[in-house]
Every structure is written in C-alpha cells, then in structure tokens.
C-alpha cells in the first residue's frame, strides 16, 4: 500500500514537472483579418561576419511563417535558406516566399494543418547548426547558432507548433 502511494505520488509530481514548463508567445489579433495570431517574438542571433539577424515564429489560422530579417541584404523569389542539423548531413533547403525586397526580409511560409510539414517538424525537433542564406545577387550569408540559440530555435518551433493548431479552423 504504501509503495503504491509513493509511486503515485512520483508519477503526479513528474507529470506536473513535465507540464511546468511554459509555452510562451505572443497572443494578438491580426488588425486586417480581426482574427487571432500567435509570434514567438524576435530572436537575435550573430553571423560568422558579427552581423545581426532575427528570427520571428509566426502563425494565424492558415500558416506558420518563419521571417528572417538579414539587414543590408536583398533577396528575392529565387532566394533560398539551406538549414543544417545537429547528427545529420542531410540539409533541408527552403526557398523565400516573401516579394523582391532589399530590406533583408527572408520568409518560409508552411500551411497550418493538423499535420505539420515535415520541414517544420524537423526544425521543431532537431538543432540548427547552421543557416546558410543565398541572396538575390548569389552572395552567401552563413548563420552558425550558438548551443544556446539552437536549444531557443527548438523551443519556440516546438511550441509554435503545438499551439498553432489551436488556431485552425474547422
């Protein structure tokens, strides 16, 4: 009796451990569409060269959309992000979806369904290494993520991904 009420007392202490840790975005309602959407906010990471770049998670009913800003560099529709994961040498290579822009925007647009894309799955699951940006005028740019920025880019996918369904409509 007693071992039956210490394991039930471990297994309730572990599924709330397990429950405690917060999935934290940014909750609003888009101002064009009324409708609700969720962002991870920006999260900054230095390049090989010191530059900065940013990285925002965001989702609305239809999409989830990853949007690099890369200042200083112009990308366009044949503009492409080449992601490198941690135990693997596979890469998985994305192309830009947002218009010609000299702004350094750089966006990946997955549809939100109730299966996740496997390209965004695996962004969700397995550390970065490294991105690496190709621009409009074939000029590389190279991300290599700290152990620190990995771990926050799983994070937030992961938690986008969860949540976002949420957003679906049926």
Known sequence: MKSSLLLLFILSFVSIESFSQECKLRKSIDQFSQEPKLSSGFMNFSTVKGERISLSIEADSKEVRLLFSLKGNCFNDQSTAAFSFEG?????????????????????????????????????????????????????????????????????????????KSLIKS
Request: glycine share 2%.
């Open 88 to 164: 693997s040498k596979s890469k998985n290579t994305q192309k830009n979806t947002s218009s010609m822009n000299c702004d350094g925007v750089f966006t990946i647009v997955f549809r939100n369904t109730n299966t996740t894309p496997s390209a965004l799955q695996k962004i969700g699951k397995q550390k970065l290494t490294t991105i690496l940006f190709t621009s409009s005028n074939n000029q590389k740019i190279e991300v290599q993520l700290t152990e620190d920025e990995r771990a926050l880019v799983v994070e937030k996918a992961n938690c986008m991904i969860t949540e976002s």
